[in-house]
Every structure is written in C-alpha cells, then in structure tokens.
C-alpha cells in the first residue's frame, strides 16, 4: 500500500473547515518554562472551530532542531498536559518522554522526533471515546491542528512518519486513528488501553473498517487495579488482530506483570514503544 503526501491530505482537510474568523488556529509560541522539562518546550493555544473550545498544547523538539534544516518525524500524544510535566497530573506524576526520548536520541536508539502533548478538556471521556465524540477530535486534529504544526515547524510530511500515543481512553482514541484515520496516522501506541469497559466496546468497531496493513500497532496492559480490568477488552482485540490477518511485524504487545494504571508504569512502557516506532535506523 503506497502511503499518500501527508501534506497534501492535511492541507485538503484544512481547506474543508475554512472559517471567515481571522483567529489563527495556534497561537503565537512561547518557551514554556517548568523546571521538570529536559529540553525545548513551546506552548500554544489551539483554537479549534470544530470542537468550539481552546486547550493548550506542547511541542517539543529536539535539541538539534535549530542546527539544521531537516524535518522530523511527529509523535502526537494525548492528555498531553502531563506527558512532559506533572503540573496537569491528578496523580502529581508524569510520563517522563521528554526525558525517556532525550536519552535515547542521545544513545542513537531512535531517531530525533517532534512531540506534540494535546491536553484533554473537561470533555475527555466524550472526545477520546470513538462512539461518541471521538470522530470529530480527530477531525480538529487532522483538519486543524496538525496543518498549523506543519506550517510552523519542521515536520516529516510523510505518513508513515506520524505516530499517535495515549493510555487508557487516549489508548482508546489512539488505536481509532491508526484505525480508521489510518492515511494520515501509521503508527499507534495504546498504553492501557480502555477498549471495552462499561458499556461501550471498540473491538466491534474495528471490522467496519478494513484492517490496515501499513499500521504498526504497539498495546499494552499491566495486571495490577483497573488494568486488570481492561484486559478482556485487550484479549478481544488482540484475538481480532491475528484472526484478521493483521501483520504479525506490525504489531507489538506485551502484558506488563506488575504494571498499573498509572503514569508511573506508562513512563516506563513508552521507552520499548519508542525504541520500536522510531529505530535509528529506519528507511
């Protein structure tokens, strides 16, 4: 399957929610400063006219971005207020990526990528769940968010270049991306993932649309509290995949004995997803 300009899709969709509203889509960038960041972070506000409502964001870049001209692969990454820092974290803990990734580019384990932490709002539980509002976060995402990151910074245009990530409901709407919104999104992590609980399930979903056979899929559940819950929801998806045909090289899943449902465990789960969507060496 030939993967499409990713530019081009973007900027189609942008065109398709053209507004007379003069507002930018991202304002201005400002070095956001926190003492637990390692590295550059600038924050904006994403306006977006398809949600109507206003979040921040965080994009991080790598510490050789101002040296050179190169683009970079883009790493979208929900409930993005606690990836980077604690200060958006009910637990008052944090994913550490900024860290984690800092290391491994430094130890040539990956490649240099950009990071873009997507806070949620109040509407989350809605906006990362596909049955209810989670087709049209993804709209604002692709339509709008992501066609203002291409403008204003130095990202691969390429699809197979882009990666989506989350834990429990952002598992959830990360595996609807690489799903379903699979030519702009090729790669999806799902930490934790809430893919049947209460009264929705995903899994059924996922035979609406065809399987994709350029996704590479990362999921992972620990054993302890509301994982231990979660996990039939994994075991049904994961029986779904290999019964339909889903490349067993495009797939990475693991139980982490141990694990909660906690950024404690995700900080440490996310190093091996990372080390696998983005190898050093990859064409």
């Given at each position: 399957?030939?993967?499409?300009?990713?530019?081009?899709?973007?900027?189609?969709?942008?065109?398709?929610?053209?507004?007379?509203?003069?507002?930018?889509?991202?304002?201005?960038?400002?070095?956001?400063?926190?003492?637990?960041?390692?590295?550059?972070?600038?924050?904006?506000?994403?306006?977006?006219?398809?949600?109507?409502?206003?979040?921040?964001?965080?994009?991080?870049?790598?510490?050789?971005?101002?040296s050179?001209?190169?683009?970079?692969?883009l790493?979208?990454?929900?409930?993005?207020?606690?990836?980077?820092?604690?200060?958006g974290?009910?637990s008052?803990?944090?994913?550490?990526?900024?860290?984690?990734?800092?290391?491994?580019?430094?130890?040539?384990?990956?490649?240099?990528?950009?990071?873009?932490?997507?806070?949620?709002?109040?509407?989350?539980?809605?906006?990362?769940?596909?049955?209810?509002?989670?087709?049209?976060?993804?709209?604002?995402?692709?339509?709008?968010?992501l066609?203002?990151?291409?403008?204003?910074?130095?990202?691969?245009?390429?699809?197979?270049?882009?990666?989506?990530?989350g834990?429990?409901?952002?598992?959830?709407?990360?595996?609807?991306?690489?799903?379903?919104?699979?030519?702009?999104?090729?790669?999806?992590?799902?930490?934790?993932?809430?893919?049947?609980?209460?009264?929705?399930?995903?899994?059924?979903?996922?035979?609406?649309?065809?399987?994709?056979q350029?996704?590479?899929?990362?999921?992972?559940?620990?054993?302890?509290?509301?994982?231990a819950?979660?996990?039939?929801?994994?075991?049904?998806?994961?029986?779904?995949?290999?019964?339909?045909?889903?490349?067993?090289?495009?797939?990475?899943?693991?139980?982490?004995?141990?694990?909660?449902?906690?950024?404690?465990?995700?900080?440490?789960q996310?190093?091996?997803i990372?080390?696998?969507?983005?190898?050093?060496?990859?064409?």
């Open positions: 399957m030939y993967y499409s300009n990713l530019l081009l899709i973007l900027s189609l969709l942008s065109m398709l929610n053209t507004s007379c509203s003069n507002r930018p889509v991202l304002s201005e960038p400002s070095i956001y400063e926190n003492e637990q960041i390692t590295g550059t972070v600038f924050n904006h506000i994403f306006y977006s006219k398809i949600l109507n409502d206003s979040r921040e964001i965080f994009v991080w870049v790598p510490n050789d971005y101002n050179n001209k190169k683009n970079y692969p790493l979208v990454l929900h409930d993005g207020q606690n990836v980077f820092h604690a200060g974290s009910v008052g803990n944090e994913w550490h990526i900024d860290e984690s990734v800092t290391k491994m580019i430094n130890s040539n384990e990956i490649e240099p990528l950009i990071m873009v932490g997507v806070s949620n709002t109040k509407n989350r539980s809605l906006e990362y769940n596909p049955m209810l509002g989670g087709r049209r976060y993804g709209e604002a995402l692709t339509q709008e968010l066609p203002a990151i291409l403008k204003q910074y130095r990202v691969s245009n390429s699809s197979n270049k882009t990666g989506t990530m834990a429990s409901m952002g598992g959830l709407i990360s595996l609807y991306l690489g799903w379903e919104v699979n030519s702009i999104f090729s790669m999806a992590a799902c930490l934790s993932p809430a893919l049947m609980y209460r009264n929705f399930d995903y899994v059924n979903e996922l035979e609406k649309s065809k399987t994709p350029n996704l590479k899929l990362a999921i992972v559940n620990g054993t302890e509290d509301l994982d819950a979660l996990q039939n929801g994994v075991n049904e998806c994961i029986a779904y995949l290999k019964g339909n045909n889903f490349p067993n090289n495009n797939l990475l899943y693991w139980i982490g004995e141990g694990d909660s449902h906690t950024e404690l465990s995700w900080a440490e996310s190093k091996k990372l080390k696998w969507m983005y190898p050093k060496n990859a064409q």
